[in-house]
């Protein structure tokens, strides 16, 4: 994300950009308390940072701050709450009115103490920054009009040569076509053009303007027949519209309502099995509507969700609020003929462009949204931010994105406040299209009762336009624990506010959607008025498109991935309690959003990204994409993922299926329902059959076609039917060299092979439900069966102990093993690269009598009638075997899909044993990227052993979407640091430790003693993706772990890397720890070598010739002493500090006291105390 504003202050290259955490020691030191500290006391400029509503920075061109403001949503004034400071500053007019005469019969003494006197300034938008004149446009604006079209339109210029602005003004003044004009210095440098003829139908064809009441006017009998039909209004609004009720009155909790004795009822019996816990959704899961399916994709595997109770409310989509009447109060008069804005376009004046949009509303007064279609593959500009995006509808793509903006949003005065007995009949017209009478009871006895609960209102003018309900938050430390919250916020500054840290929760939260500019306007204010700093949203996997849980502000929020590090700490209190809620809670979802972070405006990129395949390189490839840093300002409104099954989890999956495949933490099915892909995704079950690169289109199985902008194979390799391509295969070989261009040749097509009922190819979780459904059947039939596994891939021994931790009977099992490989030429090294673990495998499969036949080729598969296959044949290069067979799994080839491997070769994309790119994941055609198993550099970069198959597949398909989401972002500008350059290729030999207890574990270190292979096997249930973490590490970062291992002082990794001192190294904010400290500046100091440099400085000199041993003892200490370990002390400890729920095990500055105490005074620590220095000497 770029910190940085896109304008320039003064002619020395001084700027602003966004302050951070790391500007504090810069601000503190350009401060002059003889000044500051009588107007604003002695501030915390790190808290001021993180809690105020914008912080800013002036640099100067060598980007050093010079300047700092802190800017709030309130007056810092001690004693005045933030949620009634205008009542406070309105306080003497109002008191005036009431006062008695004789308060002030005696005058007071007149104050000369102008120091202490507190003074109220107030600055204008207009006086520093000017307003451009905005005027209709003449005909000598012609020649500026059309210097400024030519700049992004040449093709008006080319068409209607030269003077067309001109005649649109002079020649044709009874055209509904307006043009207004931005003027400066009486020259033209914005214009904006505005028609009011458009084509109706295609808009309503092609976009979902039903939210926008389809941006037509309501007759007058659509009004009523709308108020006779809202049952709400009836019940809710009509008592307190005929005075029935009044805001003084107390509404008695009885009702005659027959649906809510009934929902009291199911309530009560749901309160005893009700947990204290908000975090556990289980409770009133809503069945979703057929209404929302049609409107925004969704993965097809959630589309049955049914509770345990019988729900009274059908949820709508929440884009449906405003499908019959958007406003009763006469905000929307369109006819049919709409207000549209072909070109926005200005030169060096972008930021002043909502000038020219008020003005349009100001001259075109009859009419009341202004719409703008932009191009998909066009990057966004600063007047969209003033717009609401409209979706395309379902199966519909254009290459044209959709914008509205209403009066009332442009130029209505909103405001928020509390909501009062007397809105209900307006919020009852809000919810009319939900019917959510759950939502009004609530928000009734929120006003009357004053519970728990606090409810807003967003209002412009006297309309109610939006309603948001927020709680007290529960589990702030386990959240902390299981999302990335940390990494949007600084806690050490929340501290201070008590056991919820500053942080509310929102129960609902419904806004029109017009209002999408204002949207973190509102949930500011809620924050203000509610006292919180944060506001989080949580939705369970299960319950997401509940009415009661409805969040208009969603789009608006950021979304938190949960942490990639598992918590595999049993010796710690706190963490074994996370450990255990983790466990019991089902999986949700969470946003984020912060009072800072409600002043960065909102980007959407519009550009079309398809993404064909669900492997772990395409999760990867979007969380990086959608969930990264800068989503806090960065929205991508047209992403498609395309994938036979959907997302790669099933809405009732099995822990045992899970064992078939390899274990990841970002594979996991927790993980996963808890990234909310599909608000962000529009997923299409289908496969790809076809590539059109001209017209930039692929078909799909399904026989509909998909427009891309951008397109994304990252589908990999799948094990296939061992006769995958067998007939393309012999085709090709028997065509002739050269054939005749005028002879017709028949296209590739896919032969479809049959699979029998009982072999099984698993390569998805639906796949190994099916199998092992399949499976379970002989042990309830208590029948002789035998199962065959064959395969020499890891996926194949993970079959195994499927079946094993089934109960399956070993005798039952059969092991085939295809190794080495039938071909010669094909690598004749095992799977596991490793002796020890080749013989522990087939020590426990001896063990276990597993049968185990190896380097057995298979031959073919024998059915009866039925097609159950009862035979499979196998030959080896001396002998022939032919099993019984009840399953069969098959572990054999890999390839890509058949459908997508001719739909490949057919588009001409170049293909050489996988799809061929360059360093930048471009094929050819630089529309088209690919990454994966499944592809291939080019042969010019010689780097074969560096294909992406010998890499982790979630590194690639991040490093894939970082690539894209700063090509994409308006905001990005790269800064292309140097390459280092390799003087050598050979290649030093390093170190190598095995330990053998609890599993064997292997650590290779380079000559320089860094981390550079790991390989473990144990029967433990360890969580083997943190050792992930030590790759690349000094073996000085692991606790000089070289060192230990010579003395013969550490016999047992696994107990080493599990002890709580490294648990700093597993944490998902550890690369920011290591990166910080290089950079680091000796303490107290501006300026000055970085730790890093200071260390290259330091090795330059240890590697001159000269250099003598003397000298380098003489260093040693000096460093030591050096400001620059006084700095990574400070920092270290503040960064343990900031991530303590994760780390209790360490030693915090609080906590340092009781420590003391403790160790002087506590007989069981006693003996224990021995200072740092005879620690180490008894170790080494």
């Not at 005036?96 to 002030?104: A, M, Q, R, S, W």
């Not at 993965?299 to 406003?327: C, G, H, K, M, T």
């Not at 609401?388 to 442009?410: E, G, M, W």
């Not at 309900?469 to 624990?481: K, S």
């Amino acid at each position: 994300m770029s910190i940085f504003f896109d304008f320039k202050v003064g002619l020395n290259g001084r700027r602003f950009r966004r302050a951070v955490d790391g500007d504090k020691c810069d601000i503190e030191v350009i401060i002059e308390h003889k000044y500051t500290e009588k107007l604003f006391g002695k501030p915390d400029i790190g808290t001021l940072i993180e809690l105020s509503t914008l912080s800013i920075c002036m640099i100067n061109e060598n980007k050093e701050v010079i300047g700092f403001m802190a800017l709030c949503d309130h007056p810092n004034i001690p004693g005045v709450d933030p949620s009634d400071w205008e009542v406070w500053l309105h306080w003497t007019s109002r008191y005036l009115t009431f006062k008695k005469h004789n308060i002030y019969k005696y005058k007071p003494k007149f104050c000369n103490d102008s120091e202490n006197t507190m003074y109220f300034y107030t600055a204008l938008r207009n006086e520093f920054c000017a307003k451009l004149k905005i005027r209709r446009a003449v005909e000598e604006d012609n020649d500026d009009i059309v210097r400024i079209l030519a700049k992004k339109c040449p093709r008006l210029h080319e068409l209607y040569g030269e003077f067309y602005i001109s005649e649109i003004i002079g020649r044709h003044p009874e055209t509904d076509r307006q043009i207004i004009v931005a003027d400066q210095h009486d020259q033209a440098v914005g214009v904006m053009c505005l028609n009011s003829e458009i084509n109706y139908d295609m808009l309503q064809n092609t976009y979902e303007v039903d939210p926008f009441h389809g941006l037509k006017k309501a007759t007058p009998l659509e009004k009523e027949r709308y108020k006779r039909t809202n049952t709400l209004l009836h019940t809710f609004g009509e008592p307190i519209m005929n005075g029935k009720w009044s805001p003084f009155d107390e509404i008695k909790r009885k009702r005659n309502l027959k649906i809510r004795d009934e929902t009291e009822s199911i309530a009560k019996q749901d309160k005893a099995k009700k947990s204290h816990s908000k975090v556990n959704f289980v409770r009133n899961i809503t069945t979703q509507s057929d209404d929302y399916k049609h409107q925004y994709s969704e993965d097809y595997s959630e589309r049955e969700l049914r509770s345990s109770n019988i729900s009274l409310n059908v949820s709508q989509s929440v884009a449906n609020i405003l499908e019959e009447e958007p406003f009763d109060y006469e905000i929307v008069n369109i006819d049919k003929r709409l207000l549209t804005v072909p070109e926005v376009l200005s030169c060096d004046f972008l930021l002043q462009g909502f000038h020219l949009l008020e003005a349009a509303f100001e001259i075109m007064k009859e009419y009341d949204y202004c719409i703008i279609r932009v191009p998909c593959k066009d990057r966004s500009f600063h007047l969209l931010q003033h717009f609401c995006f409209v979706p395309p509808k379902n199966n519909i793509s254009s290459d044209y994105a959709l914008y509205v903006a209403h009066r009332s949003s442009v130029l209505g005065k909103l405001r928020v406040r509390r909501a009062e007995i007397m809105d209900i009949p307006q919020i009852a017209q809000l919810l009319k299209s939900l019917d959510n009478k759950e939502t009004l009871w609530t928000i009734e006895n929120t006003i009357l009762l004053k519970n728990k609960l606090q409810c807003y209102v967003l209002l412009t003018s006297t309309t109610l336009v939006g309603i948001g309900i927020i709680e007290q938050p529960e589990q702030i430390d386990f959240i902390r624990a299981k999302f990335n919250l940390d990494a949007h916020r600084l806690h050490k500054y929340y501290a201070s506010e008590g056991y919820n840290c500053g942080i509310s929760t929102l129960k609902a939260v419904l806004v029109y959607p017009v209002f999408e500019a204002h949207f973190r306007f509102f949930a500011r204010e809620m924050m203000r008025f509610s006292g919180s700093y944060s506001i989080l949203w949580l939705t369970a996997y299960r319950n997401k498109w509940l009415t009661h849980k409805a969040n208009s502000l969603v789009g608006s929020m950021i979304p938190l991935l949960p942490r990639k590090s598992e918590i595999d700490c049993t010796s710690i209190g706190e963490l074994r309690r996370i450990r255990k809620l983790s466990k019991t809670v089902i999986a949700f979802s969470s946003w984020f959003l912060s009072k800072k972070l409600t002043s960065i405006p909102q980007i959407n990129v519009d550009t079309r990204l398809v993404i064909v395949g669900a492997s772990r390189t395409a999760m990867a490839f979007l969380n990086t994409l959608l969930f990264s840093d800068s989503c806090s300002y960065l929205l991508f409104t047209n992403v498609t993922l395309i994938s036979p099954n959907g997302l790669p989890y099933n809405k009732r999956s099995k822990p045992i299926s899970e064992m078939m495949f390899k274990k990841y933490r970002t594979n996991s099915e927790k993980f996963l329902k808890s990234v909310p892909y599909t608000y962000y995704v529009n997923i299409i079950q289908a496969t790809m059959v076809e590539i059109n690169k001209r017209e930039k289109y692929i078909t799909l199985s399904n026989k509909e076609r998909c427009a891309y902008d951008m397109l994304f194979l990252l589908f990999g390799k799948q094990f296939q039917h061992p006769d995958y391509l067998k007939s393309v295969f012999q085709r090709s070989d028997k065509m002739s060299q050269y054939t005749r261009l005028d002879v017709p040749k028949a296209s590739l097509k896919p032969v479809i092979n049959y699979t029998p009922t009982n072999v099984f190819i698993v390569n998805t979780l639906t796949d190994a439900n099916r199998a092992l459904n399949f499976v379970k059947a002989f042990k309830w039939n208590d029948m002789d069966y035998d199962i065959i596994v064959y395969g020499a891939t890891k996926h194949a021994y993970c079959c195994l102990a499927t079946l094993v931790e089934m109960k399956i009977p070993v005798e039952n099992i059969i092991f085939v093993e295809p190794f080495p490989h039938e071909n010669i030429r094909k690598t004749r090294v095992s799977y596991f690269c490793n002796v020890y673990i080749d013989k522990s495998v087939t020590e426990v499969l001896k063990n276990l009598r597993i049968k185990a036949y190896r380097s057995y080729y298979f031959q073919n598969w024998v059915t009866d009638s039925d097609n159950f296959v009862t035979h499979v044949d196998f030959l080896s290069h001396h002998h022939f075997l032919r099993l019984k067979c009840s399953a069969f799994f098959y572990y054999g080839f890999r390839g890509v899909n058949k459908q997508a491997f001719i739909a490949i070769h057919k588009s001409g994309i170049a293909y050489d044993g996988g799809i061929l790119i360059d360093h930048e994941f471009r094929t050819k055609d630089h529309s088209i990227y690919a990454a994966g198993p499944a592809t291939r550099y080019y042969r010019k970069y010689y780097a074969d052993n560096k294909r992406h198959k010998y890499y982790d597949a979630y590194e690639i398909g991040s490093k894939l979407g970082y690539l894209i989401r700063n090509q994409l972002d308006p905001l990005f500008t790269e800064v292309k640091q140097e390459q280092e350059k390799y003087t050598n290729n050979s290649v030093k030999s390093g170190l190598v430790m095995e330990t053998f207890k609890e599993g064997y574990f292997k650590l290779h270190l380079t000559n320089d003693f860094i981390v550079d292979g790991i390989t473990c096997l144990t029967p433990q249930s360890y969580s083997l993706d943190n050792f992930t973490k030590l790759y690349g590490l000094s073996a000085t970062v692991l606790n000089n772990v070289h060192l230990r291992y010579t003395a013969k002082k550490l016999d047992n990794f696994y107990k080493f890397f599990r002890a709580p001192w490294a648990y700093f190294i597993y944490h998902d904010q550890s690369k920011e720890l290591f990166a910080m400290a290089k950079e680091l500046l000796p303490k107290g100091q501006r300026q000055g070598d970085t730790l890093a440099e200071a260390m290259r400085n330091i090795g330059g000199k240890l590697s001159h010739p000269s250099f003598k041993f003397q000298t380098g003892l003489k260093i040693k200490p000096s460093f030591e002493k050096s400001p620059h370990v006084e700095a990574i002390t400070d920092y270290v400890i503040e960064w343990l500090s900031e991530h303590d729920v994760l780390l209790p095990m360490y030693l915090q500055p609080w906590q340092v006291t009781q420590y003391g105490h403790d160790t002087n005074y506590n007989p069981a620590l006693g003996k224990k105390k021995n200072s740092i220095a005879k620690l180490l000497s008894n170790i080494f």
